[in-house]
Every structure is written in C-alpha cells, then in structure tokens.
C-alpha cells in the first residue's frame, strides 16, 4: 500500500499546506515526488496552475494522472531533467518531503537551475533531524526508524536549519526558511513524555536549540544571481529596516513604561512610608494587648486556683454526702428484709387464725348448749 498519499487540509499546520499557500495562481509548476496527486489536485482546481509531476511509484503515479497536465514515472535522480526539460520555463519547482530520499540531493538541485525562470522559485518542505523528540531519544540512546515521519525508513538524508539551507547555498540558490511546521515532541510519532526527563535538560534544549519544536522547515529558494542577490539584500534591508522602526517602536514604549514606572515607585515609596507608620503603630498597639493579655491571664489564673479549691472542697462534701446516702440505702434495705419479715408473720398468724376458726365455732356451739341448758333448768 502507498504511503504517502492524504488528503491536504489547507487550514491545519502541515507542509504540504505551506508549500500550497506559497504558489501564485496560473502558475506553472514542477512537482517532484507527486505521490498521487493530493498537493497537484488543490493546485489545479483551486489555483487554475499546470502541474507536471515526476514520481517513482508507477501505482502513485497513475492517480496523480487525473490532476497533472503529465505525470513521468522514474526516479528523480536517475531521470536525464535536462533533456526532458529543455527551456528554462517553471515558476515553481516542488520538493515536498523528497530531498531527504535521496543519495545526492545538490545534484538534483544543481539541475534545477536550469529548469526555472529566473525570478522562479524552489519550494521545499525539509524534516528537521533536531526536533526535541528525536533528542530526548538520543538521550536514551534510542534512533529508530519509522513507517513515516522524522525517522521514515525510507529517509537517506538528514537535516537541521543550518544544513538545509547549506545544501541549497551550495546547489546554487538563496535560500530562506519562510515558515515552519511545528508540533510539540508528546504530540509527535514518538510520543515523548516530557516529565520522565529533569525540567532543567528540557529548558537547555528548548534554549540552545531555537527550532527545538519545529517538524518540517518550509524553505524557498531563488537562483544566486545579480538580480536576486539585489533583491535579497533589499528584502534584507527592508526587513532591518521594519525591525529598527519596530524596536524604535519597543524603546518608546519602554520609555514611557519607565516614567509610569518612577512615579509608581515614588507613589509607591509614599504607601510604603505609610505603611510603616501604620505598622509601628499596630506593633505599639500589639505590645499593649500583649500586656493586657497577660494581666488577663494572670486574673485567669487566680480564678482557676479559687474553682479548684472550691472544687475540691465540693467534691469532699460530695463523698461525705455519698458515704451518709449509701449508709441510708443500707438501713433502708434492712428495714425493707426487718418488714418483709414482720409481714410474713402476719400472714403465718392469719393462716394460723383461719384454721382455728372451725375448732372456735364448734365451742361456741357447745357454750351455748350449755348455757341453754342452764337456762332451762333454772326456769323449771
């Protein structure tokens, strides 16, 4: 399956989006390593540009077909340019992440000059070999290739800013990176975790190394001629002078800042002169609750002396008071054991009433008989 074919969104942050956005519209362009189109597409429906590509993968090749004016199928470095191009007519040539496939990329180049216009341009979109990832990597003595990426198996060459651009300085051009494809190293193919490492090597990297966070350089490139050696040294003084005009901007300001600066420091030298009076006062004033504290603390302390002896003598009277309430609890239970044996008396003296009660009645029966008898006797 072929691995470099996507779709371009022309508002993300990726190369082949920079490269786009750098082509002026009915422009004609040279693309090398078309892939199968997806740059060529947007280039020839949305920027109305004729596009020849040049691509090894015949598969690749026959896809970007549909877009190219002509596609030629063949490697780059082995391919007679001179020949198949002999007027000196591109606007653009493209190398979008295709230098670093090859054995001899400044001879590639070298061809180039004669292939463009001269006020044309080289666009390339270039890996950066120095990215903290590959670094942090390095540091754990890890260099592993990759399917795609900064370490693309494929890849024969690698580069930092400095040496990219050397590569087209010694091919011929002026060389300029113009914009930068930037991703965060735990954002990458690696997925570095940046808190396994000391946070003082991670601030050294991003220190010394400026483009420490940047995944692909976007480089254009003019031929190293009179003319665009003029225009660089113009462009160079236009830049330095807008910088100038800048940094005249950035004094003024500054200098403004630093008279708002001196009269908040004398506004602030009057508050903090304020508050040092205010402060003496409050320590004169805490000095004096201090004292009033410890007089407090002191009555405080009398009167805990007074409740302790009072509650000492309370809890004697309490004990007394104990003593005399568990002596009446005994004396009232003897009383309860004394009249619950009084009580079982009575009721063995009922018991004993009840069963004389019979042996009673008969001798009142017999008394009365004889009284009754008497009484008859005396009446007769």
């Known amino acids: 399956m072929f691995k470099y074919g996507y779709d371009v969104n022309q508002n993300s942050n990726n190369s082949a989006s920079h490269v786009i956005e750098l082509i002026k519209s009915g422009s004609k362009v040279l693309e090398f390593g078309c892939a199968t189109g997806y740059m060529s597409k947007i280039l020839v429906e949305e920027k109305n540009c004729t596009v020849i590509g040049i691509e090894i993968d015949e598969w690749a090749a026959e896809q970007a077909r549909r877009y190219c004016s002509e596609v030629i199928v063949g490697d780059i470095e082995n391919l007679d340019l001179l020949n198949l191009f002999p007027s000196e007519d591109f606007d653009y040539i493209v190398f979008a992440d295709v230098l670093e496939h090859l054995k001899r990329p400044e001879l590639v180049l070298e061809k180039c000059k004669y292939l463009i216009k001269s006020d044309g341009q080289v666009l390339a979109s270039i890996p950066n ?141 009057k508050i903090i002169e304020k508050k040092d009076k205010q402060f003496q006062e409050l320590e004169s004033h805490i000095d004096y609750m201090k004292n009033e504290n410890d007089n407090n603390n002191r009555q405080f302390e009398q009167e805990m002396t007074k409740i302790k002896n009072l509650y000492s003598q309370l809890e004697e009277s309490y004990k007394q008071q104990k003593a005399m309430f568990d002596n009446l609890n005994i004396e009232l239970e003897n009383k309860k054991i004394e009249c619950n044996n009084k009580q079982r008396k009575i009721r063995d003296l009922e018991e004993e009433i009840e069963s004389l009660l019979p042996e009673v009645e008969v001798v009142k029966k017999i008394r009365n008989s004889k009284i009754l008898s008497k009484y008859l006797e005396w009446k007769s």
């Open 129 to 269: 070999i120095a990215h903290m990832s590959i670094v942090l990597n390095l540091i754990n003595g890890v260099f592993e290739y990759q399917k795609i990426g900064l370490l693309d198996n494929t890849h024969l060459k690698f580069f930092t800013k400095e040496t990219a651009l050397e590569l087209f300085e010694k091919s011929g051009f002026l060389p300029k990176v113009v914009s930068r494809v930037t991703i965060l190293p735990q954002n990458t193919e690696f997925s570095s975790v940046l808190h396994k490492y000391p946070e003082n090597l991670i601030n050294f990297i991003n220190t010394t190394n400026k483009e420490s966070n940047t995944y692909q350089f976007i480089i254009k490139a003019v031929l190293l001629n009179e003319e665009n050696r003029f225009k660089n040294i113009y462009d160079t003084l236009e830049s330095v002078k807008k910088e100038k005009i800048d940094l005249q901007r950035e004094v003024n300001q500054l200098k403004e800042s630093l008279v708002l600066q001196q009269q908040y420091s004398t506004d602030l030298e």
